[in-house]
């Protein structure tokens, strides 16, 4: 079958036409935009970066972890790139509560990767200082669940954003 670029550009030219008259709401996008960091907690990268990273936070939450999470929560998110996903449980959380209840929700998660490194550990001892050590980087991440929490401050919905002092 032999195309010319005159049937491809107008195919083209025809979805993008179907995208913008059908695709009105700004969740709708179809090149994946970036949420934009000012809706976003201000621990969000750091979260990121020790969360998702195996080698830090000693497990690894799969995009289907954090699917599950979401459905917990009833923050119906798309499966996508892990950092978007997270960003998309983190983007409306205005309350300690809200926030707590996201990690604890993921908590779970982690205590099951616990779990199964201490049956690796004593069904085969001479892994045993590898998988303590994710143990270990497993619990701090707890910890710093806990740590941001306590930070976490809740945001009043109705605060003028210029005049916060008052």
Known sequence: ???????????????????????????????????????????????????????????????????????????SIAIQERKRMLKALLRHKQRKSELKLLFDNMVPHLNGRILIYREIAKSYPSSASIFNGYILKAENMKRTFIRIVEDFEDMNPEADPIYFDN
């Open 1 to 75: 079958m032999n195309f010319e670029n005159n049937d491809i550009n107008s195919l083209r030219n025809e979805f993008e036409n179907f995208v913008a008259e059908k695709c009105s709401t700004e969740d709708c996008s179809v090149d994946g935009e970036e949420i934009p960091s000012d809706e976003l907690p201000y621990f969000t990268d750091e979260l990121s970066q020790k969360l998702l990273a195996p080698a830090i936070s000693g497990v690894n939450l799969s995009k289907i972890d954090l699917k599950r999470i979401s459905d917990i929560l009833e923050d």
